[in-house]
C-alpha cells in the first residue's frame, strides 16, 4: 500500500512539472509577445502618394499702398479699411489712405494754373496790340520812304539846296524803315519768348495738379473682382497683427487681399522620386491641416517640366505641382496647409493584406498562414504595393488568418 501510495505521489509531480514548464514556456511567461492576426478580406486597394502644400487663389489680386508720382513720400495712413472677411464687388471701396496733403496740393496748382492762364491772355492780347502799333509805324515808315523817292525825282528842277534836303529826306527815311523792321522782329522774338515762358510755367503747373489729382485718385482704392478681403499683417509693437485703420504703412507695402473662393487650388513641391507617378487629371483628396474634419476632391491641373534643387541638396530637385480643388468652404481660405493624398491607382474587389505581413526569400513572397495553435508557411502570389498593403493575386483564400507581423513568428 505504501508503494503504490509512493507511485502515485511520483506521478502527480511529474505531471505538475511538466504543467510548471509549459507555462513557463508560454509567451506570457517568457515575456514574448503574441503574433497578432489579420483576417483577410475583399476591399478597394488604392496606392497614392501623400504631398503637402498651401492653399491659394486662382483668382486674387493685393492691395498695396502706392507709391505717389513726383513725391518721396515714406509713409501713408491709413483712413478706410474694409472689413476682413467682407464679401466685396468690383467698384466697392477696399482701403482709403489721408488724401489731404495730395487734395491741397492739386487745388493749388489748379490757381496757379488759371493765373498763369490769365497772364497768358493778358501777354498775348498787349503783343497783339503792340503788333498793330508796330504794324502801323511800318507802314507810315514805308508810306514816307515812298514820298521821299518822288520828291527826288523833282531835284533836277529844284536849286541845288532843295535837292540836297530831299536826298537826306530819302536816306533818313530809309534808315527809319530798316530800323523799323529790324527791331519789329526783336520785339515779336521777345513777345514770343515771354508768352513761351508763361506756357512752360504753366504746363508745369498743369503737371504737377495731374499728379497730385492723380495721387489723390490712387490713395483711395477700390476693389476689381468679386471676392473676399483678406487683411495682411504686420509687425506691430506686441508682434505680428493684422493691418487696422489709422496704422502708417511704407509706400509699396500690401495691405489686403481680395481672394475669389470659388476657385482655389494648392500649390506643392513634389520630390523627383515621386514625380514619375504622377499625371495630370489624377483625382486628390485634398485635407486642410488645421480643419482635419474638412476634405475636398480635388485634381492635378499643372505640373512644372522643370525642377528647383532643393534646399538641402542641390541634387534633390523639387517639381511644382498645382491641384484645383472642387468646391468651396467659409473655412478654405489662402495661406493654409494642406495634405493631399493622390490616387496613383485603384484594384476593386482585391484580396488585400498588410505589408508586414508578407516576406520575400529568393524572391518568393509568402506569409505565415495561423493552423491550429501555431503558423505555417504559404507562398503567394502580389500584385500592386503601396507603403502599408499589398495585394495577392494567388495562393491565399478569403477569410484565412495570417500574422499580422511575420517578423514574430518562430519558424517552422
Known amino acids: 500500500?505504501?508503494?503504490?501510495?509512493?507511485?502515485?505521489?511520483?506521478?502527480?509531480?511529474?505531471?505538475?512539472?511538466?504543467?510548471?514548464?509549459?507555462?513557463?514556456?508560454?509567451p506570457q511567461a517568457t515575456g514574448e509577445r503574441a503574433p497578432e492576426t489579420y483576417t483577410v478580406a475583399r476591399r478597394d486597394f488604392v496606392r497614392g502618394v501623400r504631398l503637402s502644400g498651401t492653399v491659394e487663389a486662382v483668382q486674387a489680386t493685393t492691395i498695396s499702398a502706392p507709391r505717389l508720382a513726383g513725391q518721396n513720400q515714406n509713409s501713408l495712413i491709413i483712413t478706410t479699411l474694409v472689413k476682413a472677411g467682407a464679401k466685396v464687388r468690383p467698384g466697392d471701396l477696399l482701403v482709403e489712405f489721408d488724401r489731404q496733403d495730395q487734395?491741397?496740393?492739386a487745388l493749388d496748382k489748379q490757381a496757379e494754373l488759371n493765373d498763369l492762364e490769365q497772364q497768358i491772355r493778358k501777354r498775348r492780347a498787349q503783343e497783339a496790340a503792340a503788333r498793330a502799333s508796330d504794324d502801323s509805324t511800318l507802314k507810315q515808315a514805308e508810306s514816307t520812304l515812298q514820298r521821299a523817292r518822288l520828291e527826288m525825282l523833282k531835284n533836277e528842277m529844284l536849286p541845288k539846296i532843295q535837292a540836297q534836303k530831299n536826298a537826306l529826306a530819302l536816306e533818313?527815311?530809309?534808315a527809319r524803315l530798316k530800323q523799323l523792321r529790324q527791331t519789329y522782329d526783336l520785339k515779336r522774338a521777345a513777345a514770343e519768348a515771354d508768352i513761351r515762358v508763361l506756357e512752360i510755367r504753366r504746363d508745369r503747373a498743369d503737371t504737377t495738379m495731374r499728379q497730385a489729382a492723380s495721387n489723390a485718385d490712387r490713395m483711395l482704392i477700390k476693389s476689381p473682382i468679386d471676392g473676399i478681403a483678406v487683411m495682411k499683417m504686420t509687425w506691430k509693437g506686441q508682434g505680428p497683427g493684422e493691418i487696422q485703420e489709422g496704422d502708417e504703412v511704407r509706400a509699396g507695402m500690401a495691405v489686403v487681399d481680395v481672394?475669389?473662393?470659388a476657385t482655389?487650388?494648392?500649390r506643392a513641391r513634389v520630390n523627383q522620386a515621386d514625380i514619375d507617378d504622377l499625371r495630370i487629371g489624377q483625382p486628390v483628396r485634398v485635407g486642410l491641416d488645421a480643419y482635419p474634419d474638412l476634405t475636398f476632391?480635388?485634381?492635378?491641373?499643372?505640373?512644372?517640366?522643370?525642377?528647383?534643387?532643393?534646399?538641402?541638396?542641390?541634387?534633390?530637385?523639387?517639381?511644382?505641382?498645382?491641384?484645383?480643388?472642387?468646391?468651396?468652404?467659409?473655412?478654405?481660405?489662402?495661406?493654409?496647409?494642406?495634405?493631399?493624398?493622390?490616387?496613383?491607382?485603384?484594384?476593386?474587389?482585391?484580396l488585400v493584406v498588410p505589408r508586414e505581413s508578407v516576406a520575400?526569400?529568393?524572391?518568393?513572397?509568402?506569409?505565415?498562414?495561423?493552423?491550429?495553435?501555431?503558423?505555417?508557411r504559404q507562398?503567394?502570389?502580389?500584385?500592386?504595393?503601396?507603403?502599408?498593403?499589398?495585394?495577392?493575386t494567388s495562393g491565399l483564400a478569403e477569410g484565412a488568418a495570417i500574422a499580422r507581423n511575420i517578423d514574430r513568428v518562430a519558424a517552422r
Do not use: W
Open 1 to 26: 500500500m505504501k508503494s503504490t501510495l509512493a507511485i502515485v505521489a511520483l506521478v502527480c509531480g511529474g505531471l505538475a512539472a511538466a504543467g510548471l514548464y509549459v507555462h513557463a514556456r508560454t
Open 103 to 105: 487734395i491741397r496740393n
Open 172 to 174: 533818313e527815311a530809309d
Open 259 to 261: 481672394v475669389n473662393p
Open 264 to 266: 482655389m487650388r494648392v
Open 297 to 350: 476632391p480635388g485634381r492635378i491641373q499643372q505640373m512644372s517640366p522643370v525642377g528647383t534643387p532643393s534646399t538641402l541638396s542641390p541634387k534633390v530637385r523639387n517639381f511644382v505641382v498645382l491641384v484645383a480643388i472642387d468646391g468651396s468652404d467659409p473655412k478654405l481660405m489662402p495661406d493654409l496647409t494642406a495634405s493631399l493624398d493622390v490616387e496613383l491607382s485603384r484594384v476593386s474587389a482585391a
Open 360 to 376: 520575400f526569400e529568393e524572391h518568393q513572397p509568402f506569409v505565415k498562414v495561423q493552423r491550429g495553435g501555431g503558423f505555417e
Open 379 to 392: 507562398n503567394v502570389s502580389i500584385g500592386d504595393m503601396s507603403l502599408h498593403q499589398i495585394v495577392i
